[in-house]
């Protein structure tokens, strides 16, 4: 992997991270799930251009 994907990596993973922190102080849960299914899509991209 290179050091732009482990870059881009990081930072999918630390946004995700705060965006469902948000959704779940809201207790949005609908969005939980939405961010999940774009985490997965995102990660799969990143790990193709690797």
């Known amino acids: 992997m290179s050091i732009i994907a ?3 990596l990081e930072t999918l ?3 995700y991270t705060e965006r469902v922190n948000e959704a779940v102080e809201v207790d949005d849960l609908d969005l939980v799930d939405e961010l999940s299914r ?3 899509h995102e990660l799969a991209r990143i790990q193709r251009a690797a």
Do not use: L
């Open 38 to 40: 774009e985490y997965e």
């Open 6 to 8: 482990f870059d881009t």
């Open 13 to 15: 993973h630390s946004t």
